[in-house]
């Protein structure tokens, strides 16, 4: 009986050490799993701010910043193609982490801001212990893209060659677009500004269909720039512009501008005289005019 005692004890002594012992792994691996997941090692960038906006045109070096001695590293750079398949750019296992220039930079997934995303991971080990630091996002600037210019519409005034052009313009990389416009044989340009980021609706300033006109639509930042030209061709009969409010369906008496009298015309067909200074009179005795046809 004393023996059989003794048994149930060893066997509960047993019993009880063996669950203090998983008790104590189980504690461990509760312990070792919260220590990589509250991981306090963070990556920093020399040239990029926490924000992670940088240039895809330089390079950047990363490092981990941690209480701990790391006894090694795996360090690894992320990109995404156009559909979204996951690439590693560059790898590495030094402390010291440099990241080249990207090239084939139109390979790669664009953000709606034109920003190529990326990401920088590092694994590290700590205390005989591999844990994963929190990664560092990056959004990489580009030079600015036209993406796409819509058909223009033309707007006309009846009886004109004055016109107007409205589209649309699709880009990235820059907050504005600039308008540039020139119409052949002035050398006077003219500019305007679109503040519509992404998608910029342009109505352009007046143009005259007798001559040839070119919009220049450019975007730039400070890596670069970009630029798309529409031309608009003369349009045949379209009306001589005359840069002076006559009366409708006056007759007038016409001088070219050496004051030779070249006949009397209603208003409707001044239009059909070549571009030029002239001096109208009006027969119901109105003060003379000077005008110009262009």
Not at 126 to 136: C, L, T, V
Request: hydrophobic share 40%; charged share 20%; glycine share 6%.
């Amino acid at each position: 009986m004393r023996r059989f005692a003794y048994l149930i004890l060893a066997t509960a002594f047993i019993t009880t050490v063996t669950f203090v012992a998983h008790s104590q792994e189980s504690a461990r691996n509760q312990i070792d799993w919260n220590s990589r997941k509250t991981s306090t090692a963070k990556i920093s960038c020399g040239n990029i701010e926490d924000d992670g906006v940088g240039s895809v045109y330089e390079s950047h070096s990363f490092t981990l910043v941690s209480e701990d001695v790391i006894e090694a590293y795996s360090w690894k750079l992320t990109l995404w193609d156009k559909s979204g398949q996951e690439i590693i750019v560059s790898q590495g296992n030094e402390p010291l982490f440099t990241t080249a220039p990207l090239s084939n930079i139109d390979t790669y997934a664009r953000n709606a801001s034109g920003y190529i995303d990326a990401t920088v991971s590092c694994s590290y080990c700590a205390n005989n212990e591999w844990s994963e630091a929190e990664p560092f996002k990056l959004s990489l600037e580009t030079k600015p893209q036209i993406i796409a210019i819509s058909e223009p519409e033309i707007i006309t005034e009846d009886n004109s060659p004055i016109f107007y052009a409205r589209f649309t313009v699709e880009y990235i990389g820059a907050e504005m677009i600039t308008v540039i416009m020139e119409e052949d044989g002035d050398v006077n340009l003219r500019y305007f500004y679109v503040e519509e980021p992404l998608i910029a609706h342009v109505v352009t300033l007046n143009m005259n269909s007798n001559y040839y006109n070119w919009v220049d639509i450019k975007v730039a930042n400070k890596y670069g720039s970009a630029t798309e030209t529409l031309e608009f061709k003369p349009v045949e009969n379209s009306g001589a512009y005359i840069d002076t409010v006559l009366a409708e369906s006056a007759l007038s008496k016409v001088y070219n501008a050496q004051g030779i009298y070249l006949g009397e015309y209603m208003t409707e067909d001044l239009r059909t005289l070549e571009g030029g200074i002239y001096f109208i009179a009006n027969t119901n005795g109105s003060p003379i005019k000077k005008i110009l046809i262009r």
